[in-house]
């Protein structure tokens, strides 16, 4: 079956220091990736997102690039900010599923000034 | 563009007793979800609808859950008798159509406490 793995958390980085969140994918045929974040008392928000091999989504100075060899789609960001606490969620789309998103169980972020 | 709304936002219940949780999904959306999140996992699909028909439910414990979604605009959840393990968020979340590039946009939840 379809599956999506991240890293375990909590992580806790300063500000300005550089954000790496592992996700690696289970699924048949060709997933779109997706990242989702969730703010504190707030829904799911859709972060970026890459549906074919080698595309790279970016939103808010976060990137991951869809690395179907490796089957994986991990999170970066340069430089953190506070505001980017958060709890960040990894999921796919597989083909056949009727679209439904397989998340994984999520990676606490939290940024101390 | 409003946002998909769910109420309640909270609710803490005895277990056995019924609860049900209700969502209005983005104006113009077909699609509809809803989503349990345990905490400390990631959401799990409960069912999903195209306008007011069931397109997948193969994870909806139906011997307890049931949802609709009447005229393909809301929709409620209901749980019925309530256990200790369905303390959860419920997410609902809606799209424009299942497929493509169309992005699942999410409600903010609501906390369900089973005492």
């Keep these: 079956g379809n599956s999506v793995t991240q890293m375990e958390g909590p992580v806790t980085l300063s500000e300005e220091a550089f954000l790496t969140i592992n996700c ?16 504190p008392g707030e829904g799911l928000q859709l972060l970026l997102k890459a ?6 989504g970016s939103n808010k100075g976060f990137e991951a690039t869809y ?5 994986s789609f ?21 083909e056949g599923s009727n679209y439904k ?13 | 563009e409003a946002g998909v709304a769910q109420s309640p936002r909270y609710k803490i219940i005895e277990k056995r007793q019924s609860v049900a949780f209700w ?24 069912i999903q609808f195209q306008n007011n028909g ?12 049931s949802a609709e979604r009447l005229k393909g605009v809301d929709s409620t959840l209901k749980i019925q008798p309530a256990k200790l393990e369905d303390s959860a968020v ?26």
Aim: proline share 6%; glycine share 8%; with cysteine.
């Design chain 1, 101 to 113: 998103l397989t998340f994984g169980k999520g990676t606490l972020l939290t940024v101390n000034p």
């Design chain 2, 23 to 46: 969502c209005n999904p983005i104006s113009g959306h077909a699609t509809l979800y809803w989503y349990q999140q345990i905490l400390g996992q990631g959401p799990k699909l409960l």
């Design chain 1, 67 to 71: 690395r179907k060899e490796t089957t």
């Design chain 1, 74 to 94: 991990h999170l970066e960001k340069g430089s953190v900010q506070v505001s980017d606490s958060a709890v960040y969620f990894c999921a796919l789309r597989a």
């Design chain 1, 24 to 39: 690696t994918y289970t699924a048949t045929g060709y997933p779109s990736l997706f990242w989702y974040v969730q703010y």
């Design chain 1, 51 to 56: 549906t074919k091999a080698d595309d790279k």
């Design chain 2, 90 to 115: 419920y997410l609902c979340a809606s799209s424009y159509l299942a497929g493509g590039p169309n992005t699942q946009y999410f409600g903010p939840g609501t906390r369900l406490t089973v005492l």
């Design chain 2, 54 to 65: 069931v397109v997948d439910d193969s994870q909806l414990p139906k011997d307890r859950f």
